[in-house]
């Protein structure tokens, strides 16, 4: 068996068990000054320690992607009882982005968790790659994050976005050796990159710097679909412990198929569909912090409960999700984030729904119910005003062949 067979079975037979009692082992690991300060209730979190250093973090990070939205803003009323939730439980890790709700993301931080002491939270952004211009931008974008998170310094900063084209950007921006000097003026204290594409990229660029943390997109449909398993198998042979973005693919191992939510029900009535997801990731060995992009009370709630503690898979349930995905994989449903980094089209064509749209059908819906949505939005959201142009195609992080669903949606819903 080679290496990527052995990788593809190990979703599906006991191979991962090993690795899930490691995981439980590494929960034993002592606690920092935060873990000091916590007062422990039984409630709290599970934390990893982060490598040697007597520092531990929470296993769930809440990931700012997809705070909760009113009137088309942050709602912040929703937001900040969901932060003071998570600090309450020792969910103590927060990732932004430069990106992130056009910027609001990071401002949000600055209005929202300054309202903690410094270093009872642990704070990540990044460095928008794919926006940038010239090497001047280092420090510009640098500048408007210090002020719109008012966090005075990073804990950990992160190329953004990375693969081929954009390390090779980010290198003739010497946007790495402006991060190091950020981190030797004590604005940064950490230094990784968050990464979509190949593992052979991957590799390349995690040798060429000693990382402290890595960011991957990382669930069990990526597992085989983006390669996901070989990228985790690379950094844990570097040693460079794991992020994990999109443990439950933005949502759609939430709503898979009604097939396939029906196999995780009869195995376990009580736990959720997300909870399923977010202990395939958590209970790796060398993942750090799972982040979770929770947009509702509701699922910071779910997300605290499977994390306080987090108790690995056993081989039966890892049997039992190889099932549930077998079922979904039925359904042909197309494996879009709704990241919306492909956004804007210049057509106007909004991507993420009608794929959404499609995929609802895929998943059971009716038609002519997905026709009522489709025809009830503007017109040049639809996908008929799609003109393959493939400017989307570059942007997609999971090398969606988006004209062609649009054409494919086109037809089918006229
Ligand atoms: S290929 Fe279609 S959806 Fe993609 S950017 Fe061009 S017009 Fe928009
Ligand atoms: S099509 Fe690709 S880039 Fe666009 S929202 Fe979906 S996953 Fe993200």
């Not at 000091?36 to 990070?61: F, I, S």
């Amino acid at each position: 068996m080679d290496r990527r067979e052995f990788i593809k079975d190990a979703l599906t037979v006991a191979a991962l068990a090993p690795l899930a009692r490691m995981a439980g082992a590494a929960e034993k690991g002592k606690g920092d000054d935060m873990d000091k300060k916590a007062n422990y209730t039984g409630t709290q979190v599970t934390r990893r320690p982060y490598r040697n250093t007597g520092m531990t973090m929470p296993l769930l990070g809440f990931g700012l992607m997809r705070l909760p939205q009113k009137d088309g803003k942050v709602d912040y009323a929703i937001a900040e009882a969901m932060v003071a939730k998570a600090m309450a439980a020792g969910c103590n890790y927060f990732d932004t982005a430069y990106m992130y709700h056009g910027g609001e993301s990071e401002r949000f931080v600055g209005n929202v968790l300054t309202k903690y002491p410094r270093e009872s939270y642990y704070l990540t952004s990044k460095m928008p790659i794919a926006m940038m211009n010239s090497a001047d931008d280092n420090e510009r974008i640098f500048k408007e994050q210090l002020e719109r998170t008012k966090a005075g310094y990073f804990d950990f900063y992160f190329l953004h976005w990375l693969n081929a084209a954009h390390w090779e950007k980010a290198q003739s921006f010497g946007t790495l050796e402006f991060m190091k000097r950020m981190q030797a003026e004590g604005r940064i204290r950490r230094l990784g990159f968050s990464f979509h594409g190949e593992p052979e990229t991957l590799e390349k660029i995690a040798k060429f710097h000693p990382w402290d943390l890595v960011q991957i997109q990382l669930n069990y449909l990526d597992w085989e679909l983006c390669r996901s398993g070989e990228q985790y198998e690379v950094l844990t042979r570097l040693g460079i412990p794991v992020s994990v973005m999109e443990p439950l693919k933005g949502g759609t191992l939430v709503r898979l198929t009604p097939e396939a939510k029906a196999v995780f029900e009869k195995a376990n009535p009580k736990a959720s569909v997300a909870s399923w997801g977010l202990r395939f990731a958590a209970g790796l060995p060398n993942i750090q912090v799972v982040l979770s992009g929770m947009s509702a009370m509701e699922h910071m709630e779910d997300n605290l409960r499977t994390f306080s503690p987090l108790v690995p898979l056993s081989d039966a349930e890892r049997m039992t999700i190889a099932e549930a995905l077998a079922a979904y994989r039925k359904s042909g449903a197309v494996p879009c984030t709704a990241c919306r980094y492909c956004s804007p089209c210049p057509m106007g064509v909004d991507i993420p729904r009608n794929l959404a749209l499609l995929n609802q059908v895929k998943g059971g819906l009716p038609l002519f119910h997905a026709k009522l949505v489709y025809d009830a939005m503007k017109e040049k959201e639809r996908a008929l005003s799609c003109v393959s142009c493939g400017a989307c195609l570059k942007k997609c992080p999971q090398q969606i062949r988006i004209p062609d669903f649009m054409a494919q949606i086109a037809k089918n819903f006229a």
